[in-house]
């Protein structure tokens, strides 16, 4: 049996690992530093398109207010016309009325009263042709009603038509007259 002897310095083995360990601790360090920088590339590029969205959406709430500023001022225009427009068609009906109580003579009274826009037709009693003719001149001369026409005057029924303790004036005046186109709703003529 033979002894292999070798008398060469036998050389040792490097040890590798360290070198490996380096060389993969800079591979991670220059993989998470691509990683890093392409993420940070998309980032940049998710905010700018961000910023242009932005824009775009500063853009458009800008001109949606431009817009419903004029919507608004043209809305607020068709409400001050239709508000002018009901003011001027109102009718003071109210105080036209009063002023038409007001001019009867004591014991006369209106009857029948129709309201259509400024246009009326009454129908007033009377005890006497003259209490008739007293208030259609009253009317006529009064700022407040335009127009007034007397339409007719009917006498009542007779003294044996009435109940004993019925009161019936005498006469009854139908009257046509427009109120003042220029009176407000206070009943002044302005």
């Given at each position: 049996?033979?002894?292999?002897?070798?008398?060469?310095?036998?050389?040792?083995?490097?040890?590798?690992?360290?070198?490996?360990?380096?060389?993969?601790?800079?591979?991670?360090?220059?993989?998470?530093?691509?990683?890093?920088?392409?993420?940070?590339?998309?980032?940049?590029?998710?905010?700018?398109?961000?910023?242009?969205?932005?824009?775009?959406?500063?853009?458009?709430?800008?001109?949606?207010?431009?817009?419903m500023t004029d919507e608004?001022?043209?809305?607020?225009?068709?409400?001050?016309?239709?508000?002018?427009?009901?003011?001027?068609?109102?009718?003071?009906?109210?105080?036209?009325?009063?002023?038409?109580?007001?001019?009867?003579?004591?014991?006369?009274?209106?009857?029948?009263?129709?309201?259509?826009?400024?246009?009326?037709?009454?129908?007033?009693?009377?005890?006497?042709?003259?209490?008739?003719?007293?208030?259609?001149?009253?009317?006529?001369?009064?700022?407040?009603?335009?127009?007034?026409?007397?339409?007719?005057?009917?006498?009542?029924?007779?003294?044996?038509?009435?109940?004993?303790?019925?009161?019936?004036?005498?006469?009854?005046?139908?009257?046509?007259?427009?109120?003042?186109?220029?009176?407000?709703?206070?009943?002044?003529?302005?």
């Amino acid at each position: 049996m033979m002894v292999d002897i070798n008398l060469l310095e036998e050389k040792e083995k490097k040890n590798r690992t360290p070198l490996f360990i380096i060389v993969a601790a800079i591979s991670a360090a220059l993989i998470m530093f691509v990683i890093f920088m392409v993420s940070s590339q998309q980032l940049t590029i998710e905010r700018d398109l961000n910023m242009e969205r932005i824009e775009q959406l500063h853009q458009a709430q800008e001109k949606l207010q431009l817009t419903m500023t004029d919507e608004k001022a043209e809305a607020e225009g068709k409400l001050q016309e239709a508000h002018d427009g009901i003011i001027d068609s109102a009718v003071p009906a109210v105080p036209a009325l009063e002023k038409m109580i007001g001019l009867l003579p004591e014991r006369g009274y209106i009857e029948n009263y129709i309201l259509m826009d400024r246009s009326v037709a009454v129908q007033v009693r009377f005890d006497s042709f003259q209490q008739a003719a007293a208030y259609t001149d009253a009317l006529l001369y009064d700022p407040l009603f335009e127009n007034v026409e007397l339409v007719d005057i009917l006498s009542s029924e007779t003294e044996a038509d009435l109940d004993s303790f019925e009161y019936r004036t005498g006469y009854s005046a139908s009257y046509s007259l427009n109120i003042a186109s220029k009176m407000n709703n206070d009943g002044k003529v302005e």
